[in-house]
């Protein structure tokens, strides 16, 4: 088992900047598959950017690829996405999820990650 508890997110401009993070707790002993979700009104969840917390291996959505960065630090247990140049379009509620295998094969919708924080909303304004 392992808790996931998101912080940092805001109302920002766009083209601004935020930093999410997810503090993990429990079992952290091992690795998972960590993955940055949202969900906006009316919308199916999207998966944002994911990484396995062994090492070797990331993966972004294509509306953030070279905007988002998702990295850890495993001296804290924590899990960061970077989100620079912020628009409209990336508001929603930002969940942090885990997946106790690795990131190979995941559903993309993230129905098959069975760890959820309890999520942080962001809102970029025009």
């Known amino acids: 088992q392992v808790q996931l508890e998101e912080s940092g997110g805001g109302v920002v401009q766009a083209g601004g900047s935020l930093r999410l993070s997810c503090a993990t707790s429990?079992?952290?002993?091992?690795?998972?598959?960590m993955g940055w979700f949202r969900q906006s009104p009316g919308k199916e969840r999207e998966v944002v950017a994911v990484m396995y917390s062994g090492g070797g291996y990331t993966s972004y959505a294509n509306t953030v690829v070279g905007r988002f960065t998702i990295s850890q630090d495993n001296a804290k247990n924590l899990l960061y996405l970077q989100m620079n140049s912020l628009k409209p379009e990336d508001t929603g509620m930002y969940y942090c999820?885990?997946?106790?295998?690795?990131?190979?094969?995941?559903?993309?919708?993230?129905?098959?990650?069975?760890?959820w924080g309890q999520g942080t909303q962001v809102t970029v304004s025009s």
């Open positions: 999820a885990a997946r106790a295998r690795g990131c190979i094969g995941r559903d993309p919708s993230g129905a098959d990650f069975g760890y």
């Open positions: 429990g079992n952290t002993d091992r690795s998972y598959c």
